[in-house]
């Protein structure tokens, strides 16, 4: 069973566009959903991080939005560049505990 | 220093061969994990090392061994790997198992022919 689900697979945006992806999950015991960006060959960079009492995180042109009443998060890229071209991951957790899911991924190309 | 350092970064070993991978961080993480990543998928947890002692190990196959010299080093020993165990082999630490932040290496790619 998929604990966390992720959309879309891909994405294609132009370059100064918003690129959005989505997650949602069943679990409301997860307390902690980093967001983590990973280039091929690479290994995944944590990129930000949301606990659910706030519902918005924002670092630079990367913003969380936190929906807990319907279990979704997103992940919204201000000014897409064609160096966000990359796969990225949602994932939730218990902060505390010892679980931690990925999403399925997502596939990011921002066009020039 | 938020590095975790896996080496080799590349690796290509036929089906007979035994190789291992290694993995090292100086943050003072107490749990540290491999994962197993194909092309387009996420990673999938092979196994979880807390303080030092197998916590969890998801079923993998024994030609898949790991071991926790001390806090800073993981290691995954390899032999007689398939074809199809072909893939990125990541490792990750974090502050103690489960807990949030976990930080990963930049993998190993792994090719058995």
């Known amino acids: 069973q998929q604990q966390v689900k992720q959309s879309p697979q891909s994405l294609i945006v132009q370059k100064g566009g918003i690129s959005i992806i989505n997650c949602a999950y069943e679990n409301t015991a997860f307390d902690y959903f980093p967001w983590y960006q990973q280039f091929p060959g690479k290994g995944p960079a944590l990129l930000i991080a949301?606990?659910?009492?706030?519902s918005e995180k924002k670092e630079g042109r990367f913003t969380i939005s936190f929906n807990k009443s319907a279990k979704q998060f997103s992940l919204h890229i201000m000014d897409s560049q064609p160096g966000d071209s990359a796969t990225y991951f949602c994932a939730a957790s218990i902060f505390s505990g010892n679980q931690f899911y990925f999403g399925t991924g997502t596939s990011l190309t921002v066009i020039p | 220093d938020t590095e975790v350092t896996q080496t080799p970064k590349h690796l290509v070993m036929g089906m007979t061969n035994k190789k291992s991978l290694k993995c090292e961080q100086h943050?003072?993480?107490?749990?540290m994990y491999w994962y197993k990543q194909k092309a387009k998928k996420p990673p999938e947890l092979m196994f979880v090392?807390?303080?030092?002692?197998l916590s969890i190990n998801e079923s993998v196959p024994s030609r898949f061994s790991p071991e926790c010299p001390n806090s800073s080093l993981l290691n995954l020993h390899l032999h007689a790997l398939q074809p199809e165990d072909s893939a990125l082999y990541l490792c990750a630490s974090s502050q103690e198992w489960g807990r949030g932040k976990q930080f990963f290496g930049s993998g190993t790619q792994l090719s058995v022919l």
């Open positions: 949301i606990r659910p009492d706030v």
């Open positions: 090392y807390s303080y030092e002692k």
């Open positions: 943050m003072g993480h107490r749990a």
